[in-house]
């Protein structure tokens, strides 16, 4: 099993639909980041949360650190939000507290 | 600021080439990651630099691969000799404070082993 998993691996939804990715993890953290990679290749950061809830104009992201759990909305999505969106845990487990990745959600909005 | 550089943005090269990707980090940054991504194994940190020291490279595949960061504002990492299984797209990434902030990536080098 996986350290980090996220579901689904594969979305397609219609412009304007209410968007959630979720992330599980199995490793004690101390952060965790939410990254959206764009077709062309390009990777931003759009959240680092270790706990509660960050917004980010349409774009929220969650953390349930008990349940080891966290969810990425994306309310009102628009075509340029299609992307792949990846989970990173931080793992406090391991001495060097090691960055994981999850294996990534492919969005399509298509208009 | 012009954002995390990379370079070169693409290099193809042959088994047995040396080959060194560069990075230069944004200004006033002090932590520095290096990450490969392949389809098979998606995204991986190779190594990480805090304040230009090497904190974990327990990343990095193996003694052909090494990475240096001799001063805040520059650090290569090195294949030799490369691979074909070495062929990925090499991104950096530079934060203010370790992992404990956001991270800026880079455009990424698209390296092909032929």
């Known amino acids: 099993k996986n350290e980090v998993e996220q579901s689904p691996q594969n979305l397609t939804a219609q412009e304007g639909e209410f968007i959630t990715i979720n992330c599980s993890y199995s490793?004690?953290?101390?952060?965790l980041h939410w990254l959206q990679q764009h077709p062309g290749g390009g990777i931003v950061s759009l959240f680092m949360?270790?706990?509660g809830k960050k917004k980010h104009g349409r774009l929220i992201a969650t953390i349930n650190i008990q349940e080891k759990h966290s969810s990425l909305h994306i309310t009102a999505s628009h075509p340029r939000d299609s992307a792949v969106y990846i989970c990173?845990?931080?793992?406090?487990?391991?001495?060097?507290?090691?960055?994981?990745f999850g294996q990534g959600t492919r969005l399509t909005i298509n208009p | 600021d012009a954002g995390v550089i990379q370079s070169p943005r693409h290099e193809v090269t042959e088994m047995g080439q040396e080959v060194t990707l560069r990075c230069k980090p944004i200004?006033?940054?002090?932590?520095l990651f290096w990450y490969r991504q392949t389809m098979m194994r998606g995204l991986e940190l190779l190594i990480y630099f805090n304040n230009n020291v090497p904190i974990d490279d327990s990343g990095m595949p193996e003694d052909r691969f090494s990475a240096k960061m001799p001063n805040a504002s520059f650090s290569t990492l090195k294949i030799q000799p490369s691979e074909p299984r070495d062929s990925a797209v090499y991104f950096c990434a530079s934060s203010l404070a370790y992992y404990t902030d956001t991270q800026y990536f880079g455009p990424g080098t698209r390296l092909t082993v032929l």
């Open positions: 490793v004690g953290i101390s952060a």
């Open positions: 200004s006033g940054h002090n932590s």
């Open positions: 990173a845990v931080m793992d406090r487990i391991q001495g060097a507290q090691k960055l994981v």
């Open positions: 949360l270790s706990s």
